[in-house]
């Protein structure tokens, strides 16, 4: 019998000694686990920047005192959810160097009604100019009302004053919009005519906030980069429609991003996230947003989706400082009709 | 001990090396359709070997290319080359230069090298508000005789600051001219954008793609004729088929244009053409995005760019002929033995065979041409 060697220890040792097959087992399990970790950061930057944008707080201020305006619709009423339906406010600004942060003006305010069930998709322009009563207190132009008092204060102002409910809101900066579309990939889409501006803001790269520049977007069927699909959907001087045309435009350009979205894979997520970090923000929780891209994806037509620019008669030029006087007795019953 | 030690180590690099090799293969991954074009010279994917006739030039990131036995060569840097036209006797090319501000024509051969500058658009600022002295010429195409130049222009614009209805106006001057002594064509609609694509006639005229609102105020593209500077000319397309882009055959017959209808499509449309009006529009395509049809020199098909994928950059595609002229049922064949004096036999009920759909052919795949870029084809 060697020296120090006891009954009982080749057992012990013999157990402690790994076989082959769980050593083999161990570092696969090992490799998978690191695997998995590495995939885990590849994604945290992207998890983090979909926690930040996500599941915003809303606090939605409560109607401006009465006596000082006359609220052409009646307070709004939570409006039944058929068929899982839900309505959202997508609000686009300018966020150059122009504005404070945060306190920018809505250059774009959408509202997109979703039935799942019937997948009915309806997009309702609001114009930016439209003179309207703001839940801040007083009247304007309805971009100004996230300038004073954020997503909320557009929220209220929309919901009282056309009567709908509105279950959250999406916020996306100029150059988030620049960003995401590029990250994509660009999108497709056909421009109605050409669009000739030569007073379109530099405001992007031109190095001057307030400086102009001409844009020419040519018409017919292309591939837009972000640049240029900015281009297509934010000018407005050409268009006789003004903002109206410019409304249309963006309502396509969206369902362009719609339709390229679709094309996307989870490898693309953290260029996406990097692309929306900071000018992208909604209420719409990390769950939802997560329930809501395969329902995104059911929906195959483009042409199903119902667009309407409140053109006049139901708007009308000539309103306080260049402000767009609505028509309620027209717009509210087609907003019941299609966001009851 | 000593081994499990060794085993721990190992595993602990192997997870390191594990971790970093996930890390570093998803950052490099990227779905296709999120991929930037490649260059038409790069070596691979390598356009399909499939043959056309001739020469067609093409524009990528603002550089010109050309496309000829299934390779492209590169004729210019990407310096905002866009919208090449052959000059009538093929012996040159004209391109559109388009820098932040305003494009220029030029004259280039066909291996790229500019010879003549035909327009000078830049002007310098009226103020730190005002850029729009600068003006844009596109899409430029010569007469037949060679000794016009028409394009879509946008100046001169006398109005100052804060005039915002820029509208092109198809414009023809002399080649080598100055702009003052060439004269508009056309008259355009306000707050349209204007007259687009002027395409010169052989016997003298112009058909164009004229911009204009339409009942419902949306903004729709028609084909015009025009046979004289200044005339009112007349529409060759209604509004609601909204029509661009127009193309002659190389017999003079026939048009081909995309439509769309009002929609977010455009489909590959031809109509036939007697010098003055157009025959029915004939959908060929309905499936794809089409822009920028041009006929094949030799009559043997259109090609078009074309989404290679559901919302993809723009790949060049054939159309065979048979696609849009299907051969003509052959004439059947007296029956054998000579005269037939019972009675008449009568006919077997059996249906016409339908000729098999000819399918567009894709020539390239991970390209990005430029859609709103003209094509021009040398044969």
């Known amino acids: 019998m060697p020296f120090g060697f006891k009954p009982g220890h080749r057992a012990r040792a013999s157990r402690r000694r790994l076989s082959p097959f769980r050593t083999l087992t161990i570092a696969l399990l090992a490799v998978a686990l690191s695997a998995a970790a590495g995939g885990f950061a590849y994604f945290i930057p992207a998890a983090v920047t979909a926690f930040n944008a996500t599941a915003q707080v809303v606090k939605i201020p409560s109607p401006s005192p009465g006596g000082l305006f006359f609220s052409p619709s009646p307070s709004p009423s939570e409006a039944p959810q058929s068929q899982g339906a839900f309505t959202v406010l997508l609000l686009g600004s300018d966020d150059d160097s122009k504005f404070f942060a945060d306190h920018v003006l809505t250059q774009s305010m959408i509202l997109v009604r979703v039935v799942p069930a019937t997948k009915e998709v309806t997009m309702l322009s609001i114009p930016r100019d439209l003179y309207a009563h703001l839940s801040t207190g007083g009247f304007g132009k309805i971009d100004g009302a996230y300038s004073y008092g954020g997503a909320g204060a557009a929220i209220a102002t929309v919901q009282q004053d056309f009567n709908v409910h509105i279950d959250d809101y999406i916020w996306v900066g100029l150059l988030g919009l620049i960003k995401v579309i590029d990250a994509i990939g660009g999108i497709d889409v056909v421009t109605t005519n050409p669009v000739l501006d030569d007073y379109y803001p530099a405001d992007v790269y031109g190095g001057d906030p307030y400086g102009y520049q001409r844009v020419a977007v040519l018409a017919g069927p292309q591939h837009l980069d972000g640049l240029h699909a900015m281009e297509y959907v934010r000018s407005r001087h050409g268009d006789l429609q003004s903002d109206f045309g410019r409304s249309k435009r963006q309502q396509q350009v969206l369902t362009a991003i719609r339709q390229k979205a679709k094309q996307l894979s989870p490898e693309d997520i953290p260029s996406l996230a990097a692309a929306i970090g900071g000018e992208l923000k909604t209420s719409i929780g990390l769950d939802r947003v997560a329930r809501l891209v395969p329902l995104a994806a059911s929906f195959d037509n483009p042409d199903s989706i119902r667009t309407i620019v409140l053109v006049p008669p139901y708007t009308h030029g000539g309103g306080p400082g260049g402000s767009v006087t609505p028509n309620w007795s027209l717009i509210l019953p087609l907003v019941h009709q299609y966001f009851p | ?379």
């Not at chain 2, 084909?223 to 060759?236: D, F, I, P, V």
């Not at chain 2, 054998?336 to 098999?356: D, K």
């Not at chain 2, 390239?364 to 859609?371: E, H, K, R, S």
Request: net charge positive; charged share 10%; proline share 11%.
């Open chain 2, 1 to 379: 001990m000593i081994a499990r030690f060794l085993l721990a180590v190992g595993l602990a690099i192997l997870m390191v090396i594990s971790g970093t090799t996930s890390y570093v293969y998803l950052s490099s991954r990227q779905s296709r359709a999120v991929a930037a074009p490649q260059k038409p010279t790069d070596p691979t994917p390598r356009a399909q070997q499939f043959t056309l006739p001739g020469t067609i030039y093409l524009a990528q990131s603002g550089a010109l290319y050309s496309f000829s036995a299934g390779r492209f060569h590169q004729l210019t840097g990407e310096a905002g080359w866009t919208q090449p036209a052959l000059f009538p006797d093929g012996s040159q090319l004209l391109a559109v230069k388009r820098s932040a501000l305003f494009s220029d024509v030029y004259v280039l051969t066909r291996f790229g090298n500019v010879t003549s500058q035909l327009t000078n658009n830049q002007a310098p600022a009226r103020s730190r508000w005002d850029t729009g002295a600068n003006a844009w010429s596109f899409y430029p195409r010569l007469s037949p005789d060679q000794r016009t130049l028409y394009m879509s222009y946008d100046g001169p614009k006398a109005a100052g600051n804060g005039y915002f209805n820029v509208v092109m106006e198809v414009w023809g001057i002399p080649l080598g001219g100055q702009i003052r002594q060439g004269r508009s064509w056309t008259t355009a609609n306000d707050y349209t954008g204007g007259d687009m694509q002027p395409l010169p006639l052989p016997g003298g005229g112009l058909i164009y793609t004229k911009y204009s609102y339409d009942s419902n105020a949306n903004r729709v593209g028609q084909l015009w004729y025009t046979n004289r500077a200044g005339s009112a000319g007349k529409a060759l397309t209604s509004t609601g088929a909204n029509c661009a882009q127009p193309a002659l055959s190389p017999d003079g017959h026939n048009l081909a244009m995309i439509c769309n209808y009002g929609k977010q499509v455009s489909y590959l449309t031809i109509a036939s053409w007697n010098g003055s009006s157009l025959g029915p529009l004939q959908t060929v395509i309905s499936d794809q995005l089409v822009a920028q049809p041009i006929w094949a020199p030799d009559g043997s098909g259109i090609a078009y760019l074309a989404p290679g994928g559901p919302a993809a950059p723009f790949q060049l595609w054939w159309l065979p002929k048979a696609r849009y002229a299907p051969p003509p049922p052959p004439v059947p064949s007296p029956t054998p033995g000579g005269p037939h004096n019972g009675p008449a036999p009568t006919p077997s009920p059996t249906a016409a065979p339908t000729p098999p759909l000819v399918k567009p052919i894709q020539l390239t795949t991970n390209l990005g041409f430029d859609a709103t870029s003209s094509l021009a084809w040398s044969g």
